[in-house]
């Protein structure tokens, strides 16, 4: 296991866990969503491969209404 | 026919998504307003709130999404929520905005600037908002900008076009659309706004935050198809002195009364 950082909040995960397996555990549809990884935007066509790291800050992010 | 970059839009009248009671009402609102473009924010996802899927359903009724950039300070921060936005939404079309000030959420220009240099450079389709400063719009335009969206009022504010002065050189200058964003309160505003010769219009608070938004939009549709037939008709001049409209032959004065 490993500590991940998402969205502020500290997780133990399973170590290599992918972007994509992360998105499937918090069942968030990678249609409508952004990934960010210790800073850096990573392409949706990346989630399925990029494995996490212990310590990384990930950032996920969705559309919302607004003007 | 609007055209904004390669897209062509039937409707003059844009909508926000946000401060609308529930997404039914939101939903209903916009296709009451006729809107082909639709503004969309962004935010970290809370999960425990889970995500609202407020996508899909403006997606199947066709409406083009236009993300902005609402929360960043400065051009960095803008210039990466752009990105954002793209890899998110798959759009290349950013409503710029940088407004550092919580208060007055007035646009910085600077930074506008900056940013939308960059963006334009990204390929990216670039409508920038921003004070209604004749000289930043034509700035803006030689950076690439697709469109430019002065502001009328303070965003929110409902107080109409303040800068009615500025908006009508805006408009004379301009070679890219010229669309009036932020604080238009009232459909006669934007019918003004449209008579004016804005290309477009973009409206949320006003419909929103009414009694009945959905009644609300048909308003502020049919006020932006007034007031751009309007122009397109010619406005008759404005004089200072009365000019009669009928004629003045005094049949009353000649004629004796018994």
């Known amino acids: 296991m490993i500590e991940i950082h998402i969205n502020g909040e500290s997780q133990q995960l399973a170590a290599n866990i992918t972007l994509a397996e992360i998105l499937a555990l918090k069942h968030i549809t990678p249609q409508s969503v952004a990934v960010v990884v210790n800073h850096t935007i990573i392409p949706r066509s990346q989630w399925s491969q990029h494995q996490c790291q212990a310590d990384d800050q990930l950032e996920f992010f969705s559309a919302v209404s607004g003007g | ?258």
């Open chain 2, 1 to 258: 026919m609007l055209t904004i970059a390669d897209h062509q839009f039937e409707s003059r009248l844009f909508t926000g998504t946000g401060k609308f009671t529930n997404s039914a009402t939101m939903l209903a609102s916009i296709e009451a307003s006729g809107s082909q473009l639709v503004t969309l924010a962004m935010k970290r996802i809370d999960f425990k709130m889970g995500l609202d899927d407020l996508l899909s359903p403006l997606q199947s009724r066709g409406v083009k999404l236009l993300p902005n950039t609402a929360g960043a300070r400065n051009a960095k921060e803008a210039i990466f929520a752009a990105e954002l936005a793209y890899q998110m939404l798959g759009t290349k079309w950013i409503k710029l905005e940088i407004h550092p000030d919580p208060k007055y959420l007035l646009p910085d220009p600077i930074e506008t600037l900056n940013a939308a240099q960059v963006l334009c450079e990204k390929g990216f389709i670039v409508l920038p908002y921003i004070h209604a400063d004749p000289v930043l719009c034509r700035r803006l335009e030689e950076v690439g900008c697709a469109a430019v969206m002065p502001l009328g009022s303070p965003i929110g504010s409902n107080q109409g076009l303040a800068t009615e002065a500025f908006l009508k050189i805006i408009i004379e200058q301009s070679s890219v659309p010229v669309i009036v964003d932020a604080g238009i309160g009232a459909p006669s505003q934007a019918c003004r706004a449209m008579e004016m010769g804005a290309d477009a219009v973009l409206v949320n608070t006003a419909i929103a935050s009414s009694a009945n938004p959905i009644l609300m939009a048909q308003c502020f549709q049919q006020a932006v198809q007034s007031g751009r037939k309007a122009y397109k008709a010619g406005l008759g001049a404005v004089s200072h002195n009365a000019n009669n409209t009928s004629p003045l032959t005094g049949f009353l004065t000649t004629r004796k009364v018994s």
